[in-house]
């Protein structure tokens, strides 16, 4: 295994690069042009929901180049696009994908993270095939191997980018320089070359709060970023121990080797009418709790809190919550305490919010009172996870949204594999 260099951190890290990030291209637009290859050379978006208001959440390349943005509205992306074909997002061909893309992976290392649906890492420290001086194969090769087998294992229509370097976050950046289809490599003999080509913003992690720290002190391009000392960063520009780990991460030291635990869980919903009754837009919040159950029950996690929120059409803003004296888990237990916080809701409501909070981990088993009717609930609340495991959400539901005729269908999560 290639060590680490024994350089300073305020030097760039000269070790091997071992680091693989694996970006697949427009993913969910090209799960589509994969699945139906009449749409393969078009312009194509997907949404979360079929609509005249729905908010473009992936754009094929082919939308990209005639104007088309992540975030725009239907009719908006239409006008700078008429032929752009609209498709409500199927999850299940995207987390085929994503299953696909971590077996793959999980063929070249130990250490392997997915960071979102789309994106993924390998860490070629923990690959057997690269503990000697001599590997047997380039990373640039096992690169081109990856993306051949994402053509024969999945579709000829998917591509990848991958970028390799020292640390994540060059990495990323790597696998962001040539899209579509490309491959970079960052070391310190090409670092600066690719920071001058770059804006700030294009530096992951620096959107316009960070932007706007560093341009307050004249930092306004990667180079003069990477250019200034940890002193500076740590003590003048983020006044925290964030601006020594930039040091660090600018000059490819790791930094961003960790996983957070779970603080919350929640699930929100844009009401596809302003015209529903009070009824309706209950029913709609227990689809939510019913989703943000499931998901705590998945990581085998409880909760204390559980927060509830409504933004109306005025662009006013409302919310509750409660914190329990004990831990809770169950869909029955968070829907009836965000019911009953939802009762002062205010009218014409465009969106609601169901969160849970105070995250921990199971306690122990301890006798009760009502140590029967616990365990009851238990046994049915499992029962009903494993049947709607095995047959597909909400094969078991609740009656309460029987009448609904409407299902609030779940979120493809771009940020977290979590609950894939």
């Not at 990209?64 to 609209?86: D, N, Q, S, Y």
């Not at 690169?143 to 294992?153: A, C, P, S, V, Y």
């Not at 939510?288 to 996690?301: C, D, H, I, P, S």
């Not at 609904?404 to 894939?420: D, Q």
Request: charged share 25%.
């Amino acid at each position: 295994m290639s060590k680490p260099a024994k350089s300073s951190p305020g030097e760039f890290n000269a070790s091997t690069p071992l680091i693989m990030h694996i970006d697949l291209n427009s993913c969910f637009a090209t799960c589509e042009q994969q699945a139906r290859p009449m749409l393969r050379g078009r312009p194509v978006a997907i949404s979360n929901r079929a609509g005249k208001n729905s908010a473009i959440i992936t754009a094929s390349y082919e939308a990209k180049e005639r104007g088309v943005k992540v975030g725009m509205r239907r009719l908006e992306a239409l006008v700078v696009c008429p032929e752009l074909i609209f498709i409500e997002a199927e999850p299940s061909k995207y987390r085929y994908v994503y299953n696909k893309l971590l077996n793959i992976m999980n063929d070249y290392s130990a250490k392997v993270t997915m960071k979102s649906i789309d994106e993924g890492i390998i860490d070629f420290s923990h690959a057997p095939s690269f503990a000697g001086t001599v590997p047997a194969k380039s990373l640039r090769e096992v690169g081109h191997e990856i993306k051949r087998r994402l053509k024969d294992e999945i579709g000829c229509w998917m591509r990848c980018n991958v970028g390799i370097s020292t640390n994540r976050f060059l990495a990323k950046i790597a696998a962001g320089l040539h899209k579509p289809d490309g491959m970079d490599e960052i070391t310190p003999a090409n670092l600066r070359e690719v920071y001058a080509s770059l804006k700030l913003t294009d530096l992951t992690g620096i959107a316009a709060a960070n932007a706007a720290k560093l341009n307050a002190v004249g930092i306004f391009t990667p180079l003069q970023f990477l250019e200034a000392s940890e002193e500076a960063l740590r003590k003048v520009v983020f006044r925290s121990v964030c601006g020594t780990q930039w040091f660090k991460r600018l000059r490819g030291w790791e930094v961003d080797d960790y996983e957070s635990d779970i603080k919350s869980v929640g699930r929100q919903y844009v009401l596809e009418s302003r015209h529903l009754t009070y009824t309706q837009v209950l029913q709609r919040l227990l689809h939510l709790a019913e989703e943000v159950g499931t998901k705590l029950r998945l990581k085998n996690r409880q909760a204390r809190g559980v927060y509830v929120y409504a933004k109306t059409h005025c662009n006013g803003y409302w919310h509750r919550c409660h914190m329990a004296s004990l831990p809770f888990y169950t869909t029955q237990t968070i829907w009836h305490i965000a019911k009953q916080l939802f009762a002062n809701a205010p009218g014409d409501i465009r969106e609601i919010g169901v969160t849970c909070y105070g995250i921990c981990q199971p306690a122990d088993e301890q006798l009760s009172l009502f140590g029967d009717k616990l365990a009851r609930e238990q046994l049915v609340t499992s029962a009903v996870d494993d049947i709607n495991l095995r047959f597909g959400a909400r094969t078991i539901h609740s009656a309460e949204t029987l009448q609904t005729n409407v299902r609030v269908k779940a979120k493809i999560p771009f940020g977290s594999t979590r609950y894939l």
